[in-house]
């Protein structure tokens, strides 16, 4: 048998870390061989494939991001995708794809299984922790890591300056970065997607804490909302899945927090700091064992199906059942942490 893998959506670590365990058990204890495709989806579709095998997956445990690359090519958004992908597949004789990502590139697994008959084994990558299949995927570990050094760090400085600083974090739709970084990094506000914020109250717990004789740290979600606003867009553009590009809602909420309260507040815009660099210890085991189980998968013939963490095990779920809602932050969790803020 001869197998593909891709990684496709945003870069993550531990995306390597995957790669590093299909080929290393395909090879060695199924003899399967594997290609690499380029760039996501977009390697099936245009047969843009590189060698995958032990010589290539090697010393490749502690890397980011990936080696095969990424992108956001949506296949049912470009011209003849479908059929190029099955012609390509044939092409380069393989029998099975093994797809890394998120809620978009497994999505695009789902659709080829299920009306296509593409043979697809998906494993979950995002650091948002939002696939609701999963109780944890890979990379977010590792950007809570960031983000709470980053707080860590903020704090000195804040409190030197005696100024509000708001550090804005990645999280479309889930503020589970947000949450756990804000809580483990002392944050005096998290503002996250899933509950709509009062800019006055913000304001409010801000003033708590100067009269505490505290420098506030706010840590703010890129697709948290005011009450009575909308979605703040770096701009109005949309890539092959319908997504915007977001960022921009900290330096919003600093501005309003220093017009409204008279204390002076700078923004610190994590962006993709969150998701580059060396996995965290956590990630690599996560990534390597979803790696193993996704191999496995393949040689049961169990496609349609992506691997996932229960408690301490892996289990399948069907792609389709994975990628149908999200993951996020429960209302009660969330009141949960609020006694520290302000």
């Known amino acids: 048998m001869k197998v593909g893998v891709l990684t496709g959506g945003g870069d993550c670590p531990g995306l390597n870390a995957v790669i590093r365990a299909v080929v290393r058990k395909g090879t060695q204890e199924y003899g399967y061989g594997f290609v690499g495709f380029k760039d996501g989806w977009r390697g099936p579709v245009e047969g843009d494939t590189v060698p995958l095998g032990i010589p290539e997956v090697r010393g490749i445990l502690p890397r980011g991001g990936t080696i095969l690359g990424s992108s956001r090519t949506n296949p049912f958004k470009t011209q003849n995708g479908v059929r190029?992908?099955?012609?390509?597949?044939?092409?380069?004789?393989?029998d099975a794809l093994v797809a890394i990502g998120g809620e978009d590139t497994l999505g695009v697994a789902a659709r080829l299984y299920e009306e296509y008959g593409i043979p697809c084994v998906g494993v979950p990558k995002t650091i948002d922790n939002d696939l609701s299949a999963t109780d944890y995927t890979?990379?977010?570990?590792?950007?809570?890591?960031i983000a709470t050094e980053?707080?860590?760090?903020?704090h000195t400085t804040a409190e030197s300056h005696m100024r509000v600083l708001v550090v804005e974090v990645m999280g479309r739709h889930a503020g589970w970065i947000a949450?756990?970084?804000?809580?483990?990094?002392?944050a005096n506000v998290i503002l996250i997607p899933e509950q709509r914020f009062d800019i006055d109250r913000v304001c409010a717990w801000v003033t708590s804490r100067f009269k505490a004789s505290y420098a506030p740290i706010v840590v703010v979600a890129e697709g948290a909302m005011p009450t009575d606003g909308e979605l703040v867009l770096k701009d109005a553009t949309t890539d092959s899945f319908g997504h915007v590009r977001l960022s921009g809602v900290g330096e919003w909420l600093a501005k309003e927090i220093e017009a409204r309260?008279?204390?002076?507040?700078r923004t610190t815009?994590?962006?993709?700091?969150?998701?580059?660099?060396?996995?965290?210890a956590f990630d690599r085991w996560l990534a390597t064992r979803f790696g193993?189980?996704?191999i496995d998968a393949v040689r049961d013939g169990d496609f349609g199906k992506m691997v996932a963490l229960k408690g301490t095990d892996i289990v399948r779920v069907p792609i389709a059942e994975a990628t149908a809602k999200?993951?996020?932050?429960?209302?009660?969790?969330?009141?949960?942490?609020g006694v520290f803020f302000g």
């Open 84 to 94: 190029s992908i099955k012609e390509n597949l044939a092409k380069s004789e393989v």
């Open 138 to 145: 890979f990379g977010f570990d590792t950007a809570v890591g």
């Open 150 to 154: 980053a707080i860590d760090r903020l």
């Open 179 to 186: 949450l756990h970084s804000g809580l483990a990094g002392g």
């Open 261 to 265: 309260t008279g204390k002076e507040a």
């Open 269 to 280: 815009v994590l962006g993709h700091i969150q998701r580059g660099g060396t996995p965290s």
């Open 292 to 294: 193993l189980h996704a």
């Open 326 to 337: 999200l993951k996020t932050v429960d209302p009660a969790l969330y009141e949960e942490v």
